[in-house]
């Protein structure tokens, strides 16, 4: 099983990056994929939650109008969609597939990604 994070990058406050996570290795159809961010000194948080079966999704509060989670089943991959990016938004991001019907914690999460660094200047 793999999950492949990337688009993480440098971007200017206000503006936008989308995160891709391309699954491999099983077949993921009953699971749960999970968006994540860790900042130097945090704990991982939760972001943003998608069910590949039938597009169920589930949000933080915190990134509710701002973020958009979506799945392409064809090509196996999750996007996180980040619009009107703050400097506090600066965090390594994780995708990751869980057995759960719309996990927010990151032990429901038995699958991760290598992680995509995000930097937001101010």
């Known amino acids: 099983v793999q999950l492949q994070a990337y688009g993480g990058g440098l971007v200017q406050a206000g503006g936008s990056l989308r995160l891709s996570c391309a699954a491999s290795?099983?077949?993921?159809?009953?699971?749960?994929m999970g968006w994540f961010r860790q900042a130097p000194g945090e704990e991982r948080e939760f972001l943003a939650a998608?069910?590949?079966?039938?597009?169920?999704?589930y949000y933080a509060d915190f990134v509710k109008g701002r973020f958009t989670i979506s799945r392409d089943n064809a090509k196996n991959t999750v996007y996180l969609q980040m619009n009107s990016l703050k400097p506090e938004d600066t965090a390594i991001y994780y995708c990751?597939?869980?057995?759960?019907?719309?996990?927010?914690?990151?032990?429901?999460?038995?699958?991760w990604g290598q992680g995509t660094l995000v930097t937001v200047s101010s």
């Open positions: 998608i069910r590949w079966s039938n597009g169920m999704t």
């Open positions: 290795g099983r077949a993921f159809s009953s699971y749960a």
């Open positions: 990751a597939a869980g057995d759960t019907l719309m996990g927010t914690s990151y032990d429901e999460y038995e699958y």
